[in-house]
């Protein structure tokens, strides 16, 4: 998993003094940011400006957390009068997200950082992502939207039917599973509000599983390891 950025020193101090009250999401994005201007530092750290919709940037101050395609990245830097707030993004995220994607003119979803007390509108989204997926198929109907997006292998046994999965910043609900894939059905509100209605097929998305499920399996997978003898187990199934 991924935290996404790396901190100047004032931005990680200022983080720190918030992070016992603005370290988790909900994946209910607020709005889509656009790409103002992405500052090259090398091959391997950028600085993002992005543009937010007026009134989305209330107390936004350097140090605290945003989701940006539902990757965690810290404030850098405020524009309040201009709606811009600037994120350092390193090389590692760059390769591990779809942020490395992004130019100038693209939008992307955003989220802060949910307050205590706040409602969870979604589940609970941590903004480090696992890996990238990408859209394989699309299916449109007159009222909603069918993707099938396939992840590398190994993380499918993570993603069960009708749990909860982080696409982009986006908390949905899963429906179908196969080997290497899975099916997202989209309603109208979501592709209005969020950067998946217009994805395409091929295009990358960035995925965060569920941590419960993860923690389940990863048990489950350890306990069986060390009490049992899986490869008699797998030859014995396959009689």
């Not at 918030?18 to 370290?23: A, D, G």
Request: glycine share 10%.
């Amino acid at each position: 998993a991924l935290r996404a950025a790396g901190r100047r020193p004032a931005a990680a101090a200022a983080h720190r003094r918030r992070s016992v009250t603005r370290m988790v999401f909900t994946g209910i994005v607020q709005g889509q940011a656009t790409v103002k201007k992405i500052l090259e530092n090398g091959s391997e750290f950028r600085t993002l400006h992005l543009g937010f919709p007026a009134g989305s940037l209330e107390g936004a101050q350097v140090g605290a957390s945003v989701a940006i395609n539902g990757t965690c990245l810290t404030i850098v830097s405020v524009d309040a009068a201009a709606g811009v707030l600037a994120f350092d993004v390193i090389g590692e995220t760059l390769d591990k997200t779809n942020l490395g994607d992004l130019q100038e003119g693209h939008v992307a979803n955003f989220e802060r950082a949910a307050r205590i007390g706040d409602e969870i509108g979604g589940h609970t989204v941590s903004g480090h992502i696992h890996t990238k997926g990408f859209i394989r198929e699309v299916e449109r109907t007159e009222q909603n939207v069918r993707y099938q997006v396939e992840v590398p292998p190994g993380w499918t046994k993570y993603v069960l039917p009708k749990g909860f999965i982080a696409v982009d910043g986006i908390s949905l609900t899963v429906g179908e599973v196969a080997s290497n894939t899975f099916n997202l059905y989209l309603i109208p509100e979501t592709l209005r509000v969020t950067t998946l209605g217009a994805k395409e097929k091929g295009s990358s998305v960035n995925i965060e599983i569920d941590s419960q499920t993860q923690t389940i399996v990863d048990t489950i997978e350890c306990y069986m390891r060390e009490n049992f003898d899986l490869e008699k187990l797998a030859k014995t199934a396959a009689k």
